[in-house]
């Protein structure tokens, strides 16, 4: 029947996509390139469905990728889903906010997190594929997107 729970390979059952509530943040956009940044300003750009993953947690939210500099990992348009209480270890994906200037927003990228220390961030993009230093001081936050996995709850 429509809207009901589906199995899937004699699994447990999943909720039917209308299920999920459509009350995830979208806070705007974050950039793979290099010459241009997400700001979190404040603004739901959009509500998206939650995933099972992300059921109660407060504070999640999603953005979408635009650039193409983590591609072929996030392609434009992709949206990318954030529980900022889970940590952010090298070989995680990541949007990283650094500090704005003046009390305002600060620039946000997506990111792979390769290393950190108290004074250096590493970070790898894909496209042209490098590594980026950034001093720590710059970095206000760094957020681990979550993988497919993570974000069924598995």
Known sequence: ??????????????????????????RGTAVGGDDASFEFNGETVDFVRRPPGLAGTQ????????????????????????????????GCDVIVELHGQDGTPGPCYIKRLVRRSGSRLVLRQFNPAKEIELPMERVRHIYRILTPGELLGI
Do not use: K, N
């Open 59 to 90: 504070m999640a939210f999603a953005l979408y990728a635009t650039g193409d500099s983590m591609s072929p990992r996030f392609e434009e348009g992709e949206l990318v889903f954030v529980h900022p209480g889970r940590p952010a270890r090298p």
């Open 1 to 26: 029947a429509a809207g009901a729970d589906a199995r899937v390979g004699g699994g447990p059952a999943l909720p039917a996509i209308t299920a999920l509530e459509r009350d995830l943040e979208v």
